[in-house]
């Protein structure tokens, strides 16, 4: 069965902390990773990864993914309050499997 | 550009009812999925249609349904509402089916809440 874990499930940090959010994967057919960030609805795109060890960045944000490992990380530098949302990992098989989502609250 | 646009965004059902949930894709791509996200949950795949032809379906019990269009919007059903069905469903939209490459957009989703 195919499953997505992510890791820690929520964080809370202050303004300008750094901060790693975790996602392991284990897919059949698995062809890439995808990162979202929700707020209220919509999931909004960050980034999709298909190469291992190549990093995507925008911004203060940037993530990696390790084929080998199964996994990948988002970090996100010099967070700000507006980062506050639930960030959510999927990886792409013959769908989207997505994990539960790692909740940040950036506190001022 | 309109992004990925579903309707209705609220919806409140009585349980045995049916429900017709709605979504046009970013012009020009031709899939759209359909997920189901439960609250403190991750979205769930429902279905998935490529150029009007269903690709790929979850684990759902056969009251969900769902249908695409020759303009690649969709429609997704469900009969016979249970409680268990209220949440936040999902469409994505994306420009092919089956590559890595497409990236899937989604839109800000439909809430149903069954009473």
């Known amino acids: 069965e195919d499953k997505v874990v992510q890791s820690p499930l929520s964080l809370v940090v202050h303004e300008g902390d750094t901060v790693t959010l975790n996602c392991s994967y284990e897919v059949t057919n698995f062809r890439s990773l995808l990162w979202y960030k929700q707020e209220k609805k919509a999931p909004t795109f960050l980034f999709m990864l298909t190469s291992s060890g190549i990093e995507k960045k925008s911004g203060r944000l940037s993530s990696i993914l390790d084929k080998k490992e199964l996994s990948s990380i988002l970090n996100i530098t010099a967070t700000q309050t507006g980062d506050s949302a639930i960030y959510l990992c999927a990886a792409r098989g013959y769908a989207l499997n997505f994990g539960k989502g790692t909740s940040l609250l950036v506190t001022p | 550009d309109a992004g990925v646009t579903q309707s209705p965004t609220h919806l409140i059902k009585t349980r045995g009812q049916h429900v017709t949930l709605r979504c046009s894709p970013i012009?020009?791509?031709?899939?759209v999925s359909w997920y189901q996200q439960v609250l403190g949950q991750g979205p769930q795949f429902i279905f998935q249609?490529?150029?009007?032809?269903?690709?790929g379906r979850g684990n759902f019990p056969d009251r969900f349904s769902a249908r695409q269009f020759p303009n690649y919007s969709s429609e997704l059903n469900v009969n016979a509402l249970l409680l268990g069905d209220s949440a936040l469903y999902l469409c994505?939209?994306?420009?092919?089916?089956?590559?890595?490459?497409?990236?899937?957009?989604f839109g800000e989703g439909s809430w149903l809440t069954v009473v």
């Open positions: 249609y490529y150029e009007k032809e269903e690709r």
């Open positions: 994505a939209s994306s420009a092919g089916w089956g590559s890595s490459g497409n990236t899937i957009y």
């Open positions: 012009s020009g791509h031709k899939s």
